[in-house]
């Protein structure tokens, strides 16, 4: 039980203490400090102008349930049109249901528009049926599902008329991709992670992530004051990525050192916003299959169904 006075309004029931900071808030001042810290994030990255049209990327989870939520209070109070969510339907049996469940509800709640897409209906291929159709050794689940993912919220966000797309990575995916764009030496993808990159001659949509200067446990804790519903299980292939791996050892550094994380943070920042300069140099081509904005000759979606489509027929 917390015994020390919220630092910000004296009130003595504090229910946080933020361990890198020293500060112990009450619950009103605790949830002010996350919807002041996303304002603050969006001016200071200049990520949206008035007559943006924002589409946020709703997966069903505590991030961007409630980044849909914080979005939608901050534009109605500076006048904005209200955001609609897309959702991408993977196609993963007793994990995806109930999150598209929580997603619907939460939305006709708010009266909010939701539009789902599906990888099956976009690439003719589910979650579970690429993973049985992959050679295993060549491709992770994670990184089939990321590359249609990105695919997928693209079209989504085309066809609802969206300009800027928002996603509700948080501090810890922001540190955690860099850690694996290092591993795997992708040093063009660390500066497409800047947080200034919110344009990229790649994507038709700006892309923004307003809670990525807050720390992944807070927006749970943000979900919890809220009675915010999310889904809590894991996806069941979520342990084939490093991500897990790397999210579990950063978390027991921080835990002994709290603080480490925002230093990471502004490291991992400053080291994406110089090679920023870098990565948008890389000239884009058009995809010879499917016509898309593309790194190389043929893009990463048609890369990857053409693998999935050879390997189906060797097994026939
Ligand atoms: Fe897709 Fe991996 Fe996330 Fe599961 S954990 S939904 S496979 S990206
Ligand atoms: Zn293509």
């Known amino acids: 039980m917390l015994q020390k006075p919220c630092v910000k309004c004296q009130s003595g029931k504090s229910v946080y203490s933020r361990s890198y900071s020293g500060e112990t808030l009450c619950k009103n001042c605790f949830l002010s400090s996350i ?7 969006i001016s200071k990255y200049s990520m949206l102008q008035h007559d943006d049209r924002v589409a946020v990327a709703v997966s069903g989870g505590k991030d961007s349930l409630s980044l849909l939520y914080v979005l939608k209070n901050i534009f109605e109070t500076s006048h904005r049109a209200t955001p ?6 993977e196609g993963i049996k007793g994990y995806r ?3 598209l469940e929580i997603v619907k ?16 209906e976009l690439f003719g291929y589910d979650m579970d049926r690429a993973i049985l159709e992959r050679p295993s050794n060549k491709m992770s689940s994670c990184s089939i599902c990321g590359t249609f993912r990105r695919r997928a919220i693209d079209l989504a966000a085309e066809e609802v008329g969206a300009n800027v797309v928002a996603t509700g990575h948080n501090l810890d995916d922001q540190i955690q991709t860099f850690m694996i764009n290092m591993i795997s030496g992708d040093v063009q993808r660390i500066g497409w992670t800047s947080p200034q990159s ?17 720390y992944e446990q807070e927006i749970v804790f943000y979900a919890l004051l809220r009675e915010i519903p999310f889904q809590t299980e894991d996806c069941p292939y979520m342990n084939e990525s490093i991500r897990t791996q790397i999210r579990e050892f950063i978390n027991a550094l921080e835990k002994e050192r709290p603080g480490i994380k925002y230093n990471l943070y502004n ?4 080291i994406s916003d110089n090679l920023k300069t870098f990565s948008n140099h890389i000239d884009s081509k058009k995809c010879a299959t499917c016509g898309r904005i593309a790194t190389s000759e043929t893009c990463s979606v048609c890369k990857t169904l053409s693998i999935l489509e050879r390997n189906t027929n060797y097994a026939e």
């Open 35 to 41: 919807e002041d810290k996303t304002r603050k994030t």
């Open 105 to 120: 509800q939460f939305c006709a709640n708010l009266r909010i528009e939701n539009k789902i897409v599906s990888y099956k």
């Open 198 to 214: 919110v344009g990229s001659k790649f994507h038709t949509q700006r892309k923004i992530k307003p809670f990525c200067e807050i």
């Open 97 to 99: 249901n109930e999150s």
């Open 267 to 270: 490291s991992a920042s400053k």
């Open 84 to 89: 609609i969510a897309i959702t991408v339907d």
